[in-house]
């Protein structure tokens, strides 16, 4: 069963910086590319950024260019996303989510609960 | 800026059919948009219906279908049920590695 962990939110005060986690378990994690997606308060779905399998390709939304930095550590199963500069606008829910396959474009699969970002 | 827009919100009878659309503002979506569609229920995360068009999932049921009709997206449900009721949001691919959400379609079951 694909497992997808999100840790690393909470409240922050703008400007300040904060760094989410992703722990995968129940797929080989190198195989897929990865995204994170965001809900603000109230608001609809906002893709963020992925990462192909590899991290040969990397894609932001034209929101956070600049800001926010997503990696992953394949040894370790793991998706991050550094986010800095933050805004009082960045708060909401942040999801974790696989693709179909390494391929960013093959959408999102599965998903995590999400962490709860405060800016403030 | 890139827009993905689908209707705010529709209303559809139990047993109905219902159609929602995606559409872009770059023009006519294809394959190549690699559209997909996903189900929000409130308090959970979104669930994967439809991918690449006109895929299911193995956990998403007969009733929901994805296809392309007119340059736009289409996930058509047939033979509603309550628990239909929800927001949907369809996902297009653009460029070599951007990803846009339309802004949902909040789906009544009356």
């Known amino acids: 069963e694909v497992q997808l962990v999100e840790s690393g939110g909470g409240l922050v005060q703008p400007g300040r910086s904060l760094r989410l986690s992703c722990a995968a378990s129940g797929f080989n994690f190198d195989d897929f590319a990865m995204s994170w997606v965001r809900q603000l308060p109230g608001k609809g779905l906002e893709w963020v950024a992925g990462i192909s399998w590899n991290s040969g390709r990397i894609g932001y939304a034209d929101f956070v260019k600049g800001r926010f930095i997503i990696s992953r550590d394949n040894a370790k199963k793991s998706l991050y996303l550094q986010m800095n500069s933050l805004r009082a606008g960045d708060t909401g829910f942040y999801y974790c989510s696989k693709a179909q396959s390494g391929a960013i474009k093959t959408g999102l699969t599965d998903w995590g609960q999400g962490t709860l970002i405060t800016v403030s | 800026q890139t827009l993905v827009t689908q209707e705010p919100s529709l209303t559809v009878s139990p047993g109905g059919t219902v159609t929602l659309t995606c559409a872009s503002t770059t023009g006519t979506v294809t394959d190549d948009y690699s559209p997909n569609w996903f189900q929000q229920k409130p308090g959970q995360p979104p669930k994967s219906l439809i991918y690449?068009?006109?895929n299911r999932h193995s956990w998403t049921p007969a009733r929901f279908s994805g296809s392309l009709v007119g340059g736009k997206a289409v996930l058509t449900l047939s033979g509603v049920r309550p628990e239909d009721e929800a927001d949907y949001f369809c996902?297009?691919?653009?460029?070599?590695?951007?990803?846009?959400f339309g802004g949902g379609t909040k789906l009544t079951v009356l």
């Open positions: 690449s068009s006109s």
């Open positions: 996902l297009l691919h653009f460029g070599t590695a951007q990803l846009v």
